[in-house]
């Protein structure tokens, strides 16, 4: 075949075209041929457009058993799978510009997407990028044990966090020394789903017995938590008398942070207080954190709940958007802004089982 006439013309035409089309539209372009590709991801493009709004997406994280060297799912390894809720449409942001094997997605903050991936050695780094500029930045070395057992937290001023039982890692772009800080947990069990809110970390802990489980609610301020003469008790449980069995009509409970100074805590609405019940629904609890009152946000439709009665499930999203991922399910259920929906077309073969995360992808962050 021929040269394609669009190949002909010069650079700066090109991106005079493609500068008037939407920033999602661009990136779907991208993907087209190596020419726009090229083309879309040229410095002198991206400063272009780089007064471009952000995108409202969420992001996918592939399965545990695909990060284990499932070579025949490389495809979800080379790229970000997003949903863009605006326009209801699955996108895909290539990592191929990361010199290292296996990227793993894992958290995202103001348009920096954090994973895991293997280096040379083959031990695990951590690394910060933005997939829309194709910059990144290499976080210092870590053992591959942190990947396995900790969970990345990173706040509003990206200081990152990696957090587990006994130990908790701390590490910011703006300190001296650019190394990992490592300071006591001291939590009573693994947390679960630890998030972020308002310069503070909570995370759900189960104090209960080998037979039945029985979850708290534990916080501690970031500054607590840099603080060697409060290290043996950074920690808080937090507990009012008002909140009466609020934990234990919960089955597997999940933290998701809400709109401002809130949590969203989500799980199966136990039908008893039998050791192996079924769930009613699914709800989901908001917790204000100036009044510390809980109230209900909403459950789970019944003709949508039936999908995830007998199923393992995960949950992920953030403000007033939660998705769900079912085993088997084949598509994603969204509770997004008060109303429900059904995300179909998810990557993969309907069997996975993803977590993920929110993400504002922005062209100006700068890892």
Same mark, same amino acid.
């Given at each position: ?36 590709? &090229?083309?879309?991801?040229?410095? %002198?493009?991206? @400063? ?6 952000? $995108? ?20 979800? @390894? ?8 605006? &326009? ?14 296996? =990227? ?22 951590? /690394? ?11 976080? =210092? &070395? ?47 069990? !693994?947390?679960?789903? =630890? ?27 970031? !500054? ?16 009012? @008398?008002?909140?009466?069995? /609020? ?15 809130? /949590? ?7 039908? %008893?207080?039998?050791?192996? &019940? ?5 709800? /989901? ?41 079912? !085993? ?5 259920? $969204? ?11 998810? =990557? ?20």
């Amino acid at each position: 075949m021929g040269e394609s006439p669009i190949s002909r013309l010069p650079e700066d035409t090109l991106h005079q075209i493609f500068s008037s089309l939407p920033l999602r539209e661009i990136m779907i372009c991208r993907s087209v041929c190596k020419l726009f590709n &090229q083309t879309l991801t040229s410095s %002198s493009f991206m @400063h272009l457009i780089s007064t471009r709004s952000h $995108l409202n997406l969420l992001g996918l994280r592939p399965p545990h058993h695909h990060h284990n060297h499932h070579s025949r799912h490389v495809s979800l @390894h080379s790229c970000i799978h997003v949903y863009d809720l605006d &326009q209801n449409k699955w996108l895909r942001f290539s990592l191929d510009f990361l010199p290292f094997r296996s =990227p793993h997605p894992v958290a995202s903050s103001l348009g920096l997407v954090y994973l895991w991936a293997d280096s040379p050695d083959s031990s695990k780094s951590l /690394i910060v990028c933005n997939p829309l500029t194709r910059q990144y930045r290499v976080l =210092p &070395q870590l053992g591959s044990a942190w990947s396995r057992h900790g969970s990345v937290l990173v706040d509003s001023r990206n200081r990152v966090m990696v957090l587990t039982e006994l130990a908790a890692l701390y590490f910011s772009f703006s300190q001296k020394t650019q190394q990992w800080l490592k300071f006591s947990s001291n939590l009573p069990s !693994k947390p679960r789903s =630890p998030i972020v809110i308002s310069n503070s970390i909570f995370a759900l802990c189960d104090v209960g017995s080998p037979w039945r489980s029985k979850w708290k609610l534990f916080s501690c301020a970031v !500054k607590n938590l840099l603080n060697l003469n409060v290290m043996n008790n950074n920690w808080e449980c937090l507990e009012r @008398h008002e909140w009466g069995d /609020i934990f234990d009509i919960m089955k597997r409970p999940r933290l998701i942070p809400g709109n401002g100074n809130k /949590i969203l805590m989500i799980g199966g609405l136990k039908s %008893s207080y039998s050791f192996n &019940q079924s769930c009613l629904t699914i709800l /989901i609890l908001r917790l204000d954190l100036e009044t510390m009152e809980w109230e209900e946000a909403t459950r789970m439709p019944e003709a949508m709940h039936r999908w995830f009665q007998d199923s393992k499930f995960k949950v992920f999203g953030g403000g007033n958007k939660v998705c769900f991922s079912g !085993k088997k399910v084949g598509r994603l259920a $969204l509770w997004d802004c008060c109303k429900w929906r059904w995300i179909d077309g998810v =990557p993969g073969n309907g069997d996975e089982l993803f977590r993920g995360f929110t993400y504002e992808a922005r062209l100006t962050a700068v890892p």
